[in-house]
């Protein structure tokens, strides 16, 4: 039987890891030094150590290759906050490929 609380903890990755990246990126547009002590990069970063976090606790109950296939949420999670916060393009293809990313995490998690 499926762990809900370890895919839970999955998806709780893929989302610190979104938002992580998303900060990342937002640090990168000054200069080495002052991103490097910028609070979007330490956050950033500490996003992704929590998102570490998070997929080895999911991985002590649950099985890899059902959790693995989660990761594939945080491209979901990178094309809403990219498209919310950094006014990127998200045109039908890029949809299209969303959708076939969660009919894929789905199948794969829920049958």
């Known amino acids: ?3 809900m609380f370890a895919i839970a903890l999955g998806v709780a ?3 610190a890891s979104a938002i992580g990246i998303l900060l990342l990126k937002m640090a990168s547009r000054s200069g080495f030094m002052k991103m490097v002590f910028s609070r979007h990069f330490i956050l950033g970063g500490a996003l992704f150590l929590f998102s570490g976090f998070f997929m080895i606790l999911a991985l002590k109950t649950e099985e890899l290759s059902l959790l693995f296939p ?6 979901i ?3 809403l906050l990219s498209k919310a916060y950094l006014k990127e393009d998200v045109n039908k293809w890029k949809i299209c490929g ?8 789905t199948s794969v998690t829920l049958l």
């Open 70 to 75: 989660v990761t594939s949420l945080t491209y």
């Open 98 to 105: 969303v959708a076939l990313i969660v009919l894929g995490v």
């Open 1 to 3: 039987m499926t762990d």
């Open 77 to 79: 999670w990178v094309t």
């Open 13 to 15: 990755s893929t989302v």
